[in-house]
Protein backbone atom coordinates (compact mmCIF):
# COMPACT_ATOMS: atom_id res chain seq x y z
CA UNK A 1 0.00 0.00 0.00
CA UNK A 2 2.59 2.49 1.24
CA UNK A 3 4.35 2.27 -2.29
CA UNK A 4 1.44 2.77 -3.97
CA UNK A 5 0.96 5.77 -2.14
CA UNK A 6 4.33 7.36 -2.95
CA UNK A 7 3.62 6.37 -6.86
CA UNK A 8 0.37 8.07 -6.62
CA UNK A 9 1.98 11.58 -5.39
CA UNK A 10 4.41 11.07 -8.57
CA UNK A 11 1.99 10.41 -11.19
CA UNK A 12 -0.01 13.50 -9.81
CA UNK A 13 3.21 15.55 -10.48
CA UNK A 14 3.07 14.66 -14.24
CA UNK A 15 -0.34 16.60 -14.48
CA UNK A 16 1.24 19.85 -14.41
CA UNK A 17 -0.42 22.12 -17.08
CA UNK A 18 2.30 24.03 -19.16
CA UNK A 19 2.30 26.96 -20.32
CA UNK A 20 4.27 26.68 -23.70
CA UNK A 21 4.41 30.75 -24.51
CA UNK A 22 6.91 31.11 -21.49
CA UNK A 23 9.09 28.44 -22.66
CA UNK A 24 12.13 29.75 -24.66
CA UNK A 25 14.13 28.12 -27.56
CA UNK A 26 12.47 24.52 -28.15
CA UNK A 27 8.95 24.98 -26.88
CA UNK A 28 7.85 23.41 -29.83
CA UNK A 29 10.29 20.38 -29.32
CA UNK A 30 8.93 19.75 -26.12
CA UNK A 31 5.57 20.29 -26.84
CA UNK A 32 5.96 17.27 -29.17
CA UNK A 33 7.43 15.57 -26.97
CA UNK A 34 4.99 16.00 -24.23
CA UNK A 35 2.30 14.38 -27.04
CA UNK A 36 4.51 11.68 -26.87
CA UNK A 37 4.67 11.06 -23.30
CA UNK A 38 0.95 11.22 -22.99
CA UNK A 39 0.81 8.45 -25.75
CA UNK A 40 3.28 6.11 -23.80
CA UNK A 41 6.12 6.64 -26.22
CA UNK A 42 8.54 6.64 -23.37
CA UNK A 43 11.43 5.00 -25.39
CA UNK A 44 10.61 7.69 -28.16
CA UNK A 45 10.99 10.56 -25.99
CA UNK A 46 14.44 9.12 -24.30
CA UNK A 47 15.84 8.85 -27.48
CA UNK A 48 14.85 12.25 -28.47
CA UNK A 49 16.51 13.70 -24.88
CA UNK A 50 20.14 12.32 -25.28
CA UNK A 51 22.96 14.75 -23.99
CA UNK A 52 22.75 16.43 -28.11
CA UNK A 53 18.92 16.54 -27.64
CA UNK A 54 18.69 18.54 -24.43
CA UNK A 55 21.68 21.00 -25.70
CA UNK A 56 19.33 22.18 -28.00
CA UNK A 57 16.71 23.38 -25.28
CA UNK A 58 17.00 26.59 -23.15
CA UNK A 59 15.40 27.36 -20.65
CA UNK A 60 12.21 26.44 -19.27
CA UNK A 61 12.18 24.57 -22.56
CA UNK A 62 15.41 22.78 -20.65
CA UNK A 63 13.65 22.63 -17.44
CA UNK A 64 10.78 20.51 -19.15
CA UNK A 65 13.40 18.65 -20.58
CA UNK A 66 14.74 17.23 -17.94
CA UNK A 67 11.41 16.48 -16.18
CA UNK A 68 9.77 14.23 -19.13
CA UNK A 69 13.50 12.90 -19.28
CA UNK A 70 13.19 11.60 -15.66
CA UNK A 71 9.29 10.85 -16.27
CA UNK A 72 10.19 8.67 -19.17
CA UNK A 73 13.10 6.43 -17.82
CA UNK A 74 10.66 6.00 -14.76
CA UNK A 75 7.63 4.81 -16.52
CA UNK A 76 10.24 2.74 -18.99
CA UNK A 77 11.50 0.83 -16.06
CA UNK A 78 14.81 2.11 -14.83
CA UNK A 79 14.44 4.23 -11.90
CA UNK A 80 18.32 4.14 -11.55
CA UNK A 81 18.46 6.43 -14.77
CA UNK A 82 15.64 8.82 -13.70
CA UNK A 83 16.76 9.06 -10.66
CA UNK A 84 20.61 10.27 -12.40
CA UNK A 85 18.63 12.37 -14.84
CA UNK A 86 16.38 14.09 -11.81
CA UNK A 87 19.80 15.32 -9.99
CA UNK A 88 21.22 16.88 -12.50
CA UNK A 89 17.74 18.54 -12.96
CA UNK A 90 18.19 19.87 -9.20
CA UNK A 91 21.81 20.80 -9.67
CA UNK A 92 20.75 22.98 -12.94
CA UNK A 93 17.14 24.53 -11.22
CA UNK A 94 17.96 24.02 -7.30
CA UNK A 95 14.22 25.84 -6.65
CA UNK A 96 12.25 23.87 -9.40
CA UNK A 97 9.37 22.70 -6.86
CA UNK A 98 8.62 20.02 -10.38
CA UNK A 99 12.42 18.81 -10.30
CA UNK A 100 12.46 18.83 -6.19
CA UNK A 101 9.30 16.59 -5.97
CA UNK A 102 9.88 14.20 -8.71
CA UNK A 103 13.53 13.26 -7.17
CA UNK A 104 11.78 13.42 -3.29
CA UNK A 105 9.49 10.92 -4.68
CA UNK A 106 11.63 8.66 -6.51
CA UNK A 107 13.96 8.29 -3.26
CA UNK A 108 10.55 7.76 -1.22
CA UNK A 109 9.35 5.27 -3.71
CA UNK A 110 12.76 3.28 -3.41
CA UNK A 111 12.71 3.68 0.31
CA UNK A 112 15.21 6.34 0.88
CA UNK A 113 13.50 8.05 2.90
CA UNK A 114 16.96 9.65 4.37
CA UNK A 115 17.59 11.29 1.37
CA UNK A 116 13.91 11.62 0.37
CA UNK A 117 12.93 14.16 3.47
CA UNK A 118 15.28 16.81 3.18
CA UNK A 119 14.44 17.17 -0.03
CA UNK A 120 10.91 17.38 0.92
CA UNK A 121 11.99 19.78 3.42
CA UNK A 122 13.50 22.16 0.71
CA UNK A 123 10.81 22.10 -1.43
CA UNK A 124 8.80 23.88 1.63
CA UNK A 125 11.26 26.46 1.78
CA UNK A 126 10.48 27.33 -1.49
CA UNK A 127 7.34 27.46 -0.89
CA UNK A 128 5.95 26.56 2.63
CA UNK A 129 2.29 25.26 1.20
CA UNK A 130 3.26 22.87 -1.35
CA UNK A 131 0.84 19.84 -0.65
CA UNK A 132 3.36 17.53 -1.76
CA UNK A 133 6.33 18.73 0.02
CA UNK A 134 3.65 18.18 3.33
CA UNK A 135 2.44 14.89 1.71
CA UNK A 136 5.59 13.68 1.41
CA UNK A 137 6.79 14.38 5.20
CA UNK A 138 3.46 12.77 6.48
CA UNK A 139 4.30 9.77 4.86
CA UNK A 140 7.50 9.90 6.51
CA UNK A 141 6.84 10.61 9.73
CA UNK A 142 4.30 8.32 10.22
CA UNK A 143 5.94 5.80 9.17
CA UNK A 144 8.58 6.88 11.82
CA UNK A 145 6.10 7.01 14.19
CA UNK A 146 6.03 10.95 14.82
CA UNK A 147 2.33 10.84 15.14
CA UNK A 148 1.80 14.32 15.53
CA UNK A 149 3.75 16.09 13.27
CA UNK A 150 2.28 13.60 10.53
CA UNK A 151 -1.01 14.62 11.21
CA UNK A 152 0.35 17.86 10.59
CA UNK A 153 1.56 17.94 7.73
CA UNK A 154 -1.79 15.58 6.53
CA UNK A 155 -4.08 18.58 7.46
CA UNK A 156 -1.71 21.43 5.47
CA UNK A 157 -1.76 19.16 2.04
CA UNK A 158 -5.95 18.79 2.33
CA UNK A 159 -6.23 21.96 2.66
CA UNK A 160 -5.10 22.32 -0.86
CA UNK A 161 -6.37 18.43 -1.87
CA UNK A 162 -9.66 18.70 0.13
CA UNK A 163 -11.13 16.10 -2.42
CA UNK A 164 -8.61 13.42 -2.75
CA UNK A 165 -9.99 10.50 -0.72
CA UNK A 166 -6.68 8.27 -0.35
CA UNK A 167 -5.05 11.27 1.60
CA UNK A 168 -8.04 11.46 3.78
CA UNK A 169 -7.47 7.38 4.45
CA UNK A 170 -3.69 8.24 5.57
CA UNK A 171 -4.87 10.78 7.46
CA UNK A 172 -7.20 8.71 9.03
CA UNK A 173 -4.86 5.62 9.59
CA UNK A 174 -2.28 8.25 11.32
CA UNK A 175 -4.95 9.46 13.82
CA UNK A 176 -6.07 6.23 14.41
CA UNK A 177 -1.85 4.92 15.40
CA UNK A 178 -2.42 8.05 17.31
CA UNK A 179 -5.29 7.33 19.44
CA UNK A 180 -7.26 10.08 18.23
CA UNK A 181 -10.63 7.69 17.37
CA UNK A 182 -13.16 10.18 17.24
CA UNK A 183 -11.31 12.55 14.16
CA UNK A 184 -9.99 9.20 12.52
CA UNK A 185 -13.45 8.34 12.07
CA UNK A 186 -14.24 11.86 10.67
CA UNK A 187 -11.31 11.37 8.24
CA UNK A 188 -12.33 8.00 7.04
CA UNK A 189 -15.67 8.92 6.35
CA UNK A 190 -14.73 11.24 4.64
CA UNK A 191 -13.03 9.36 2.27
CA UNK A 192 -15.33 6.97 1.81
CA UNK A 193 -17.55 10.01 0.96
CA UNK A 194 -15.16 10.73 -2.25
CA UNK A 195 -13.49 7.66 -3.04
CA UNK A 196 -15.19 4.72 -1.83
CA UNK A 197 -12.72 1.57 -1.08
CA UNK A 198 -12.72 -1.64 0.29
CA UNK A 199 -9.70 -0.84 2.20
CA UNK A 200 -10.86 2.12 4.19
CA UNK A 201 -14.24 0.04 4.69
CA UNK A 202 -11.86 -1.83 6.87
CA UNK A 203 -9.91 1.25 8.27
CA UNK A 204 -13.98 2.31 9.45
CA UNK A 205 -14.53 -1.21 11.32
CA UNK A 206 -11.05 -0.78 12.96
CA UNK A 207 -11.83 2.61 14.48
CA UNK A 208 -15.33 1.76 15.27
CA UNK A 209 -14.17 -1.45 17.45
CA UNK A 210 -11.29 0.64 18.98
CA UNK A 211 -14.34 3.22 20.18
CA UNK A 212 -16.15 -0.12 21.51
CA UNK A 213 -18.86 0.34 19.01
CA UNK A 214 -18.34 -3.33 18.36
CA UNK A 215 -21.71 -3.93 16.87
CA UNK A 216 -21.57 -1.43 14.40
CA UNK A 217 -17.68 -2.19 13.65
CA UNK A 218 -19.22 -6.00 12.87
CA UNK A 219 -21.58 -4.35 10.86
CA UNK A 220 -19.70 -2.55 8.51
CA UNK A 221 -17.61 -5.74 8.03
CA UNK A 222 -20.38 -7.78 7.18
CA UNK A 223 -20.33 -7.82 3.60
CA UNK A 224 -16.58 -8.82 3.67
CA UNK A 225 -16.96 -11.70 5.98
CA UNK A 226 -19.82 -12.92 3.64
CA UNK A 227 -17.56 -12.57 0.80
CA UNK A 228 -15.24 -15.33 2.52
CA UNK A 229 -11.67 -12.06 2.81
CA UNK A 230 -9.90 -13.48 4.95
CA UNK A 231 -8.57 -10.68 6.89
CA UNK A 232 -12.62 -9.51 7.50
CA UNK A 233 -13.32 -13.34 8.64
CA UNK A 234 -10.25 -12.99 11.47
CA UNK A 235 -11.66 -9.94 12.56
CA UNK A 236 -15.23 -11.25 12.80
CA UNK A 237 -14.17 -14.22 14.92
CA UNK A 238 -12.06 -12.37 17.51
CA UNK A 239 -14.29 -9.76 17.89
CA UNK A 240 -17.45 -11.60 17.95
CA UNK A 241 -15.77 -13.72 20.41
CA UNK A 242 -15.25 -10.96 22.59
CA UNK A 243 -18.46 -9.44 22.23
CA UNK A 244 -19.95 -13.44 23.62
CA UNK A 245 -20.91 -14.13 20.30
CA UNK A 246 -19.74 -17.77 20.46
CA UNK A 247 -21.78 -19.77 18.23
CA UNK A 248 -20.83 -17.28 15.67
CA UNK A 249 -16.76 -17.20 16.54
CA UNK A 250 -17.04 -20.75 16.43
CA UNK A 251 -18.35 -20.64 13.12
CA UNK A 252 -15.85 -18.40 11.76
CA UNK A 253 -13.22 -19.57 13.23
CA UNK A 254 -14.01 -23.11 11.73
CA UNK A 255 -14.39 -21.25 8.44
CA UNK A 256 -10.49 -19.94 8.66
CA UNK A 257 -9.38 -23.65 9.55
CA UNK A 258 -11.04 -24.95 6.40
CA UNK A 259 -9.43 -22.84 4.61
CA UNK A 260 -5.96 -23.40 6.59
CA UNK A 261 -5.67 -26.47 9.34
CA UNK A 262 -2.60 -24.06 10.88
CA UNK A 263 -4.35 -20.37 11.11
CA UNK A 264 -2.87 -18.95 14.29
CA UNK A 265 -5.71 -16.88 15.17
CA UNK A 266 -8.60 -18.84 14.06
CA UNK A 267 -6.78 -21.98 16.63
CA UNK A 268 -6.45 -19.28 19.18
CA UNK A 269 -10.42 -18.00 19.13
CA UNK A 270 -11.34 -21.64 19.37
CA UNK A 271 -9.03 -22.57 22.20
CA UNK A 272 -10.48 -19.71 23.59
CA UNK A 273 -13.59 -20.94 23.45
CA UNK A 274 -12.73 -23.81 24.44
CA UNK A 275 -11.07 -22.90 27.77
CA UNK A 276 -14.84 -21.37 28.39
CA UNK A 277 -16.44 -24.27 28.06
CA UNK A 278 -14.25 -26.23 29.66
CA UNK A 279 -12.46 -28.05 27.10
CA UNK A 280 -8.73 -27.52 28.80
CA UNK A 281 -7.17 -30.65 26.62
CA UNK A 282 -8.69 -29.31 23.73
CA UNK A 283 -7.86 -25.84 23.86
CA UNK A 284 -3.96 -26.78 24.74
CA UNK A 285 -3.80 -28.35 21.85
CA UNK A 286 -5.07 -25.51 19.73
CA UNK A 287 -2.49 -23.15 21.87
CA UNK A 288 0.62 -25.00 20.99
CA UNK A 289 0.02 -25.09 17.40
CA UNK A 290 -0.49 -21.85 17.28
CA UNK A 291 2.17 -21.13 18.97
CA UNK A 292 4.85 -23.55 16.75
CA UNK A 293 3.68 -20.53 14.38
CA UNK A 294 5.93 -17.78 14.76
CA UNK A 295 7.33 -17.23 11.63
CA UNK A 296 3.50 -16.85 10.37
CA UNK A 297 2.43 -14.68 12.98
CA UNK A 298 4.94 -13.73 15.56
CA UNK A 299 2.39 -11.56 18.14
CA UNK A 300 -0.96 -14.54 18.00
CA UNK A 301 2.20 -16.95 18.85
CA UNK A 302 3.69 -15.53 21.72
CA UNK A 303 -0.15 -14.80 23.23
CA UNK A 304 -0.52 -18.36 22.15
CA UNK A 305 2.41 -19.80 24.14
CA UNK A 306 1.64 -17.23 27.25
CA UNK A 307 -1.63 -18.64 27.52
CA UNK A 308 -0.90 -22.18 27.01
CA UNK A 309 1.68 -22.03 30.14
CA UNK A 310 -0.77 -19.76 32.17
CA UNK A 311 -3.63 -22.57 31.94
CA UNK A 312 -0.81 -25.68 32.38
CA UNK A 313 0.31 -23.85 35.53
CA UNK A 314 -3.40 -24.11 36.54
CA UNK A 315 -3.42 -27.80 36.87
Not at 204 to 218: F, H, P
Not at 284 to 302: H, V
Request: some cysteine; hydrophobic content about 45%; overall charge neutral.
Amino acid sequence: MRSARIACVGALLLAAAPAWGLWGLGAETVKALQAQFDAGRYEAVIAQLDPAGLQKLHGQSLRRGYLLLGASYDKAGHPDKALSVYQVGVRLFPRDQDILSRLAVLLHKSGLEEQAQPLYEKLLQVNPDNPYGHWGLAQIDGTLGFLDRSADHYEKTLQDLPERGDIWQEYAEVLYEARDYRTAELAVQRALALTPSDAATMDLALILRAMNRLDEALATLGPFCRAGRTEAVRACALWRMEAGHDEEAQAAAGALLRRNPADPLARYVRARLALKAGRRVQALQDLDLAAARGEESPFTAKVCAALASLVQGRR
